[in-house]
C-alpha cells in the first residue's frame, strides 16, 4: 500500500505563504505516479487543488488558486511540494496529498491519502 505523509501546515496572516510537502513513505517516487494536493475546509467536500504529472511536464490547478499556489517535485527526494502564496482566509483547510496514474484537470482518480496538514489562514 502506499503512503503519504503531510507536512508544512499552520497558522499564517492573510497575504503570506506556507510550502507544504507530500513525502512518499514505504516507496520511491517514480514518473508514473502522479500526485494530486486535495483540501477539505469544515463543512465542506474534499476538493482537489492542484496535480503534477508523475515526469513533473504537466501541472493543473483549480481555478480558485491559480497564480498563487505553484506544484513542483523532486523524485530524487521522493517529494512533491505546494508552494502557496497569497493567502486568503479562504483557503483554511486540511490539505492532503494523492496518488493517481495520471493528472487530470478535474483531479479525478486519485487516492491513498496521507492524514493530511492543517493550514489556517486568519488575521
Known amino acids: 500500500q502506499l503512503h503519504l505523509v503531510e507536512s508544512g501546515g499552520g497558522l499564517v496572516q492573510p497575504g503570506g505563504s506556507l510550502r507544504l510537502s507530500c513525502t512518499a513513505s514505504?516507496?520511491?517516487?517514480?514518473?508514473?505516479?502522479?500526485i494530486g494536493w486535495f483540501r477539505q475546509a469544515p463543512g465542506k467536500e474534499r476538493e482537489g487543488v492542484s496535480c503534477?504529472?508523475?515526469?513533473?511536464?504537466?501541472?493543473n490547478y483549480a481555478d480558485s488558486v491559480k497564480g498563487r499556489f505553484t506544484i513542483s517535485r523532486d523524485n530524487a527526494k521522493n517529494t512533491v511540494t505546494l508552494q502557496m502564496n497569497s493567502l486568503k482566509p479562504e483557503d483554511t483547510a486540511v490539505y492532503y496529498c494523492?496518488?493517481?496514474?495520471?493528472?487530470?484537470?478535474?483531479?479525478?482518480?486519485?487516492?491513498?491519502w496521507g492524514k493530511g496538514t492543517l493550514v489556517t489562514v486568519s488575521s
Open positions: 494523492g496518488i493517481g496514474p495520471y493528472c487530470y484537470s478535474d483531479f479525478a482518480g486519485m487516492d491513498s
Open positions: 514505504g516507496f520511491t517516487l517514480m514518473d508514473y505516479h502522479a
Open positions: 503534477i504529472s508523475g515526469s513533473g511536464g504537466s501541472t
